[in-house]
């Protein structure tokens, strides 16, 4: 499967506690996104990469929360100090970049916090 | 106002009708726009761009009004595999790049026997 790969596909967590998710892009894309979605509503823009650059991050993205995309291939986002509030689907997507605009996704991470 | 605004629905539709639902934008120096399919509990995956000229691709039909800033997907025929969440996404910065692409929350359609 050449598709975009996240994993884990579910993570259960304490508050407090730190978390750390993987995506795998579409070996020719140069650009890596990441979003969170919750029930109901669309997919909400946390951060992309262009190869190994961090370009760009949302307000949403508070100090918690940090991506690396070391070698321009796969991405970790990690959320330190867990909160009720960041229980949600984390989605990772990947394009060509450049102008090419069409996303392909990865399944997601379903993150509960309790 | 928001940027991307969809009608949530749901949309009840006996299988075999034609729906269509519309999505507005609030920039209107925005270039590009898409419809991508959301199926329950799975990712969105690109339906289909929509262009100035107007686009089809099979039973799917989109269209954009750059004057009154929405854009529009008919389905025709509709069949059961259609119900799904349609989401709306357009492209807020001008110079394109996918780094603006902002999505709608979502039209839900719901396919009847």
């Known amino acids: 499967d050449t598709g975009v790969s996240q994993n884990p596909r579910h993570k259960i967590t304490k508050r407090g506690q730190n978390v750390t998710f993987r995506c795998d892009p579409i070996?020719?894309?140069?650009?890596l996104y990441w979003y969170r979605q919750t029930l109901g509503q669309g997919p909400e823009f946390l951060t992309y990469?262009?190869?190994?650059?961090?370009?760009?991050k949302s307000r949403l993205l508070s100090d918690r929360f940090s991506a690396e995309r070391p070698k321009g291939s796969f991405s970790t986002l990690e959320i330190q100090r867990t909160e009720q509030g960041d229980s949600a689907m984390y989605l990772c997507?990947?394009?060509?970049?450049?102008?090419?605009?069409?996303?392909?996704f990865g399944s997601g991470t379903q993150l509960s916090v309790l | 106002r928001k940027e991307v605004e969809q009608d949530p629905g749901p949309f009840n539709v006996p299988e075999g009708a034609t729906v269509a639902f519309n999505c507005t934008y609030s920039?209107?120096?925005?270039?590009?726009f898409f419809w991508y399919r959301q199926d329950c509990r799975k990712e969105p995956k690109l339906l289909m761009s929509?262009?100035?000229s107007g686009n089809e691709d099979g039973r799917f039909t989109a269209q954009l009004n750059r004057a009154s800033q929405y854009i529009s997907l008919l389905i025709r025929d509709s069949k059961l595999s259609d119900s799904a969440t349609y989401l709306c996404?357009?492209?807020?910065?001008?110079?394109?790049?996918?780094?603006?692409?902002?999505f709608g929350k979502g039209t839900h359609l719901i396919i009847q026997p």
């Open positions: 997507a990947s394009s060509l970049g450049g102008r090419e605009e069409k996303l392909f």
């Open positions: 070996s020719e894309h140069n650009r």
């Open positions: 990469f262009q190869n190994e650059a961090q370009l760009e």
């Open positions: 920039n209107s120096a925005s270039q590009s």
């Open positions: 929509v262009y100035s």
């Open positions: 996404v357009v492209n807020m910065e001008s110079g394109g790049g996918a780094d603006g692409l902002t």
